[in-house]
């Protein structure tokens, strides 16, 4: 097991991207705090790991506000003892341009930039004071490439990838790892959520979207969760300050 006995804490794993990295990092053998504001579906996440003998509880919290990124960080220790490996993945996804408000701004950067500040930071303090951690951070190929009617949420994307190289730099005297990846078109509710708002059935989507690629598909979530494995583990011992693109080569086009 590559996890073995590793406290990892995952915000945004009740769905998505988050969840199958969560369920991955279960069956490596993880003992996984689900930090996410969605209940009902973070508990069925816990119960899902806990079905294949894993280690699991969930933590109700919005990682933009203050006490809650606090709380997952105590509870984590509280419970498990410790924290080894942080997984900032919870984003929301405020899918516009010039036509986004300044509470649409506040809203985007206070949950994607702000939230994951916030639960790194007290992550960090128990990771510090064991001198060793791994953190990774989920950016997006936003981040690199122009999309229409995107920035608002693709400026938020670009910040944490920035955010990932000066984390990295602050928390190496501490042998705290962070890297980040950036996925690309992945099928996750927030992809079902974009395909309704643009009326585009999912193979319309696959078609438009994995035309862009050079594999000539969208991804799946635990593609995107086995990249965020391999960050986490020792097998990326040497690898700090930097990205990982999974997005099937969209960026190599
Ligand atoms: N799906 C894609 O195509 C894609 C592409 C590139 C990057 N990403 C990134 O991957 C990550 C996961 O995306 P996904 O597609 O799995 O999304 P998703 O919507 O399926 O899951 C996101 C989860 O985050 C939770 N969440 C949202 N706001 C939160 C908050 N304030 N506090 C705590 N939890 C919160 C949601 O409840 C949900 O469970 C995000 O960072 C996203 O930007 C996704």
Redesign the pocket.
């Given at each position: 097991m590559r996890l073995n006995g590793k406290v990892s804490i995952i915000?945004?794993?009740?769905?998505?991207?988050?969840?199958e990295t969560a369920l991955i990092f279960g069956a490596e053998g993880a003992k996984v705090v689900i930090?996410?504001?969605?209940l009902e579906?973070?508990e069925g996440a816990v119960r899902e790991i806990r079905a294949k003998g894993g280690n699991a509880i969930f933590v109700q919290?919005?990682?933009?506000v203050e006490s809650?990124a606090r709380r997952i960080t105590e509870e984590a220790v509280e419970r498990f003892g410790s924290i080894d490996i942080l997984v900032n993945?919870?984003?929301?996804?405020v899918l516009k341009g010039f036509d986004a408000t300044a509470e649409d701004w506040q809203h985007s950067l206070s949950?994607?930039v702000i939230?994951t500040a916030l639960v790194t930071k007290y992550a960090a303090e128990t990771m510090r004071g064991n001198g060793s951690g791994a953190i990774v951070v989920?950016?997006?190929?936003?981040s690199w490439i122009a999309q229409p009617k995107f920035f608002a949420?693709s400026a938020t994307?670009a910040a944490l990838l920035q955010m990932t190289r000066n984390m990295a730099m602050d928390l190496a005297p501490y042998k705290i790892r962070v890297n980040c990846v950036?996925?690309?078109?992945?099928?996750?509710?927030?992809?079902y959520?974009y395909m309704k708002e643009a009326h585009l059935t999912p193979e319309l989507f696959d078609a438009e979207q994995g035309a862009q690629t050079l594999l000539k598909r969208?991804?799946r979530?635990e593609e995107?969760a086995r990249a965020i494995l391999f960050l986490a583990s020792e097998e990326a011992s040497y690898i700090t300050g930097t990205h990982l693109m999974v997005d099937g080569g969209y960026t190599a086009m």
């Open positions: 915000t945004g794993g009740a769905a998505g991207i988050g969840k930090a996410d504001i969605n579906d973070g919290a919005d990682i933009s809650d993945n919870a984003a929301t996804f949950v994607n939230g989920v950016s997006s190929v936003s949420y994307k950036c996925p690309g078109a992945i099928l996750t509710s927030a992809s959520r969208v991804g979530p995107v």
